[in-house]
């Protein structure tokens, strides 16, 4: 099982805003890098860090965290953006890197 | 531009080696600053990482696979390798190298290369 725990599925109509969130004790002490994965390909890094983007991502991804539950919010979300998400860090003890079990998102 | 491409064989027999290369392309291994990775997802699941190494060389392994995983550099032809023994069905999986920029290969992963399905199979 996996250190980071995140809802296996979350949906949005489209155009609005949605949030996907990540747990983890070790999330009080690192920071979270978040990706998409479509169907078929690699995943890509979407976010992280204290809300970094990669060029090439649209600014309606972002990152924030909430206490210690790191999201990623979609503020408009478009049919494209329909795939899996998977948040990562550190393990608790620091020593090694541990995927959250994904979120599939769906765009209606 | 920066790519990665994972080649090696995409059937393995039980009990055997899984071994697998990474050939970078745009950017030197050697230049520092980066740590290389294979992460690895089985068929509809999610994604595990294996572990990384860096230009010196140095490595840091997945606990759960410390024992039967190497991880190794190779700055003449810019590859780096993963090494997977006595593999079994549960080993198949696509397998990703990628490219970690955090400082400490905390896992930022900005680059990925295409994956390759490997199938463990008598």
């Known amino acids: 099982s996996s250190e980071l725990t995140q809802d296996p599925a979350v949906s949005v109509a489209l155009g609005q805003t949605v949030r996907i969130t990540c747990q983890g004790d070790s999330l009080r002490n690192y920071y979270i890098s978040w990706y998409q994965q479509k169907p078929g390909q690699a995943p890509v890094l979407v976010n992280y860090?204290?809300?970094n983007r990669p060029s090439g991502i649209p600014d309606r991804f972002s990152g924030s965290s909430s206490g210690n539950t790191p999201s990623l919010t979609i503020t408009g979300a478009q049919a494209e953006d329909e795939a899996d998400y998977y948040c990562?860090?550190?393990?608790?003890?620091?020593?090694?890197?541990?995927f959250g079990g994904g979120t599939k998102l769906t765009v209606l | 531009q920066v790519q990665l491409q994972e080649s090696g064989p995409g059937l393995v027999k039980p009990s055997q080696t899984l071994s697998l290369s990474c050939t970078v392309s745009?950017?030197?291994?050697?230049?520092?600053?980066?740590?290389w990775s294979w992460i690895r997802q089985h068929p509809g699941k999610g994604l595990e990482w294996i572990g990384y190494?860096?230009?010196?060389?140095?490595?840091y392994y997945n606990p759960s696979l410390k024992s039967r995983v190497t991880i190794s550099i190779d700055t003449s032809t810019n590859q780096f390798s993963l090494n997977l023994n006595s593999v079994t069905a549960a080993d198949t999986a696509v397998y990703y190298c990628a490219r970690d920029i955090s400082v400490a290969g905390t896992g930022n992963f900005d680059l990925w290369g295409r994956g390759t399905l490997v199938t463990v199979s008598s």
């Open positions: 745009g950017v030197s291994i050697s230049s520092g600053g980066y740590h």
């Open positions: 990562s860090s550190r393990d608790s003890s620091g020593n090694y890197v541990v």
């Open positions: 190494t860096y230009y010196s060389g140095s490595t």
């Open positions: 860090g204290e809300n």
